[in-house]
C-alpha cells in the first residue's frame, strides 16, 4: 500500500523458525493441502530457505560449489519471478515471438516476489489475505500498463464498482487509536480521531482521554490549537528549502512546541506509506503524507483528498502476477479470466515442465552471472545443488543492490549505483480470526497502534473482485491485516543504517516473537468485545518483506541528481546481453513501474537485435 504524497500541501509551493503454531491456530485450523504454497502459514514473505543461500554466496562471498550445466541453450533467463519478471517474460513472448524458450528463476517457493496471496480455509470457506503489494494506482499508468491491464482483462471500473474495502475505514468509527498497556500503562481504544487522517478526525478534543503526561497533551493541545504562518518571514525560495532540508521532528520540535513524549506519538504513522520513521522525513514529505502542522505554515489541511480511490483483488497484486503466469503456462490453469483468478486454484506441477516454452523454476537463488561467447552463464542453487542455465539474453529483475555480487564483471560505477538502492522493509502479518464480532461491537474495522510493532490493524473484508466474495458485514471469519515495518534501534542513525537494522530484526525474529505480538494487541484490543484468543486466532501468516519498498529518493538522505545521473538510472544501463529491470530501476515502489521497467528492459533487447 503506498498512500502517500497526496496534494494536501499545495499551497505551499512544492510539492527461527516457527515450529510452534500459536494454541489456537493447533485447535482449529482446518487440514490443509501444505504443498500448495499460498495456503502455507508461520513465517512467508522471505520465508526460511529462501535467502539463506543468497546471503552465503552473495552477500558473505563464500565460492559457489561448481555448477552442473544444463543442456538446453535458453533464449532468455529471467532472475526473479515478481511482477517486473513476469511482465519481461511477457514483453519478450510478444517482441520475440511466442514460442522462444524462457527459464525464469525466482529464490521464493511461490512465483510473484511481493506480489503474493495468503490463503485460510475455514468453514468450507476459503478466506483470501494480501501477502505483499496491495493495490493497483490505475491513475498513474501510462499507455504501457495500461495495455497490459486491458489485455489480461483487468478492468478497473469494474474492480471499483465491487469493492468497499478502505483500509480499515469502514465501521461506524472510521478512524480510532489503540494505545496498549505495555507502552502506555494503560489499554485505551479512542475511537473517532486519529494521528494522521483529514481534519475532520483531528484528536484535540481527544486529548484528555490519551494515556499520556499532562506536559505532552498541553503541548499537543497548543499544537493543534495554532493558526499561524511561523515560516512568514521567509521568501518563497528559503521557505521552500526550510520545507525540504529540515526533518519533520525537527520541526515539531522548534515550530511545534512538541517534547520527545509527544513527538514519540508520530514515529510510526508512515510505517506503511514509506517503511520508514516519520523522522527520517523532512517536513515537506511528512506534510504531504498527511501528518500534521499544516496550520504552522499558514495552511489549512483539506478535508478532501482522503479517499484513496485505488482498485483491489482480494489477494492485492497477486492476481496479476497469476494472470501473467497463466498466460505465460497456459497449463497451470483452465479458462483463466479476471473476473475469477482470485479462486482460480493453481497447478504448481506444471510450472516448470520440459516441454513448455516458458518454465518457472522456483527455490532457485541466482548466485553469478557472466557473459561468454555471446551467451550469459546464469548459475543458480537449488536443492543445494549448483547448475549452470545458458541463454542468448538475461533480463535481470531482482531487486539491485544483489547485482554487485551477483554480476561481478559489471563496471565499477554501475555497481555503486546498484548497492546505493537499499530498500524499505515491510512486514504484512495476516491473520485469520474466528469472528468479526469483536470489531462491529466496538465499531471499528481497523486502528492505528502508536506504541505496537505493526502501526496498524484492518479488517480485509469488502473485496469481492476476481471472482470472489467477502461481504463488509459478514460477521463470520475474517482476515485482519497487521501492517508496518520494524521501528530500528535509536544507535542506527544514518537512513541505511536504520533500515539495515530493521531487516535484520525482521529476519532475526522467530515466529512466536510475531505471534505473540498478534495475541497481546488482538487480547487488549477486543478483549472487552469477548474476543477469546485462545478460541478465535485460527491461523498468523507473517509476510516479512526485508527488501520492500524499491528506494525511493529523500529530500534529508539523497542528493538531487542532474537528470540520467541518479543511481538508478546509473544502475539499469544494458550490459552486453543483460539488461535490468525490477521497481528498483525505476526507483518508485509500484507495481506498475515494476511494469514500466520490464518494457524497457526488453526494447532494449530488441534494439540489440536490429
Ligand atoms: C508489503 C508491500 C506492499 C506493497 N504495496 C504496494 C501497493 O499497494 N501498490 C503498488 O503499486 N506497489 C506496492 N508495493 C511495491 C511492490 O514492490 C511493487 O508493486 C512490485 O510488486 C515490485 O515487483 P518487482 O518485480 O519489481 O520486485 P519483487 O516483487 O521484489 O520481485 C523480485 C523477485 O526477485 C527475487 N530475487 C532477488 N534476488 C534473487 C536471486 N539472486 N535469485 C533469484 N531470485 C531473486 C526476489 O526474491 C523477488 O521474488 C508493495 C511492496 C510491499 C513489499
Not at 504501457?144 to 480499515?168: E, P, W
Not at 504448481?348 to 561467447?373: C, E, F, H, P, W
Not at 478465535?536 to 516479512?544: E, M, P, S
Request: with cysteine; net charge neutral; glycine share 10%.
Amino acid at each position: 500500500m503506498r498512500i502517500h504524497r497526496r496534494d494536501l500541501i499545495h499551497g505551499a509551493g512544492l510539492l527461527g523458525f516457527g515450529l510452534s503454531l500459536p494454541r489456537s491456530q493447533k485447535a482449529a485450523a482446518e487440514p490443509i493441502e501444505a504443498s500448495y504454497p499460498p495456503t502455507r502459514t508461520q513465517l512467508r514473505g522471505s520465508h526460511p530457505g529462501s535467502f539463506e543461500a543468497a546471503h552465503a554466496y552473495t552477500r558473505d562471498q563464500l565460492p559457489p560449489p561448481k555448477p552442473r550445466r544444463l543442456p538446453e541453450i535458453f533464449d532468455l533467463v529471467v532472475v526473479g519471478a515478481g511482477i517486473s519478471g513476469l511482465a519481461a517474460a511477457y514483453y519478450y513472448q510478444r517482441q520475440f515471438g511466442p514460442d522462444k524458450k524462457i527459464l525464469i528463476l525466482d529464490n521464493h517457493d511461490d512465483f510473484g516476489g511481493h506480489a503474493k496471496r495468503n490463503e485460510f480455509h475455514q468453514g468450507g470457506r476459503m478466506h483470501l489475505g494480501i501477502g505483499g503489494t496491495h493495490n493497483l494506482e490505475y491513475w498513474q499508468f501510462n499507455p504501457v500498463v495500461t495495455d497490459l491491464m486491458n489485455d489480461l482483462g483487468v478492468d478497473i471500473k469494474t474492480l471499483r464498482a465491487q469493492s468497499t474495502f478502505d483500509y480499515g475505514r469502514t465501521g461506524k468509527s472510521p478512524y480510532a487509536l489503540w494505545f496498549d498497556a505495555e507502552t502506555f500503562g494503560r489499554d485505551q481504544l479512542i475511537t473517532g480521531c486519529s494521528l494522521k487522517g483529514p481534519p475532520s478526525t483531528s484528536p484535540l478534543l481527544f486529548l484528555d482521554q490519551f494515556p499520556i503526561s499532562d506536559t505532552a497533551k498541553a503541548q499537543l493541545k497548543r499544537f493543534y490549537t495554532l493558526q499561524q504562518d511561523l515560516l512568514a518571514d521567509l521568501a518563497p525560495e528559503a521557505r521552500t528549502h526550510y520545507l525540504r532540508t529540515t526533518g519533520y521532528f525537527d520541526f515539531l520540535r522548534d515550530l511545534g512546541g512538541l517534547g520527545a513524549e509527544a513527538r514519540q506519538l508520530f514515529s510510526k504513522s508512515c510505517h506503511g506509506s514509506w517503511g520508514l520513521e516519520a523522522h527520517c522525513l523532512s517536513v515537506a514529505e511528512a506534510l504531504g503524507d498527511g501528518l500534521p502542522g499544516l496550520n504552522l505554515i499558514g495552511e489549512t489541511p483539506s478535508e478532501s483528498g482522503w479517499d484513496y480511490p485505488a482498485a483491489f483483488f482480494p489477494d492485492g497484486n497477486a492476481s496479476i502476477a497469476r494472470l501473467l503466469v497463466s498466460r505465460l503456462i497456459p497449463a497451470v490453469a483452465k479458462d483463466v479470466t479476471a473476473t475469477s483468478i482470485a479462486t482460480q486454484a493453481f497447478d504448481y506441477g506444471a510450472l516448470d515442465q520440459a516441454a513448455q516454452s516458458v518454465r518457472i523454476r522456483l527455490s532457485s537463488t541466482v548466485v553469478r552471472v557472466n557473459q561468454s561467447g555471446g551467451l550469459v552463464g546464469v548459475r543458480y542453487l537449488k536443492g543445494g545443488q549448483a547448475f549452470e542455465a545458458k541463454a542468448r539474453h538475461t533480463v535481470m529483475a531482482c531487486y539491485h543492490s544483489i547485482l554487485p555480487y551477483i554480476c561481478p564483471d559489471l563496471p565499477a560505477e554501475q555497481k555503486a549505483a546498484q548497492a546505493y538502492q537499499v530498500k524499505y522493509p515491510l512486514v504484512l502479518t495476516n491473520v485469520l480470526i474466528r469472528s468479526k464480532k469483536p470489531f462491529d461491537q466496538l465499531g471499528i474495522h481497523g486502528v492505528s497502534c502508536p506504541g505496537r510493532m505493526h502501526a496498524s490493524l484492518f479488517l480485509m473484508n469488502g473485496i469481492n473482485t476476481g471472482g470472489y466474495e467477502h461481504a463488509l458485514n459478514d460477521p463470520g471469519a475474517a482476515v485482519v491485516a497487521f501492517w508496518g515495518s520494524l521501528s530500528p534501534p535509536a544507535s542506527a542513525l544514518d537512513l541505511r543504517a536504520q533500515l539495515r537494522a530493521s531487516r535484520e530484526q525482521m529476519l532475526a525474529l522467530p515466529f512466536e516473537a510475531y505471534e505473540s505480538e498478534v495475541r497481546l494487541v488482538l487480547g487488549g484490543l477486543l478483549g472487552d468485545a469477548g474476543f477469546n484468543v485462545d478460541r478465535d486466532i485460527l491461523a498468523i501468516t507473517v509476510n516479512r518483506w526485508p527488501h520492500g519498498y524499491a528506494h525511493e529518493y529523500l529530500d534529508l538522505w539523497d542528493e538531487d541528481f542532474a537528470p540520467g545521473q541518479a543511481p538508478h538510472e546509473l544502475a539499469r544501463a544494458r550490459f552486453g546481453n543483460l539488461t535490468f529491470a525490477n521497481s528498483d530501476a525505476g526507483a518508485s515502489a509500484y507495481t506498475h513501474t515494476a511494469i514500466e521497467e520490464a518494457f524497457r528492459a526488453v526494447n532494449e533487447l530488441r534494439d540489440l537485435r536490429s
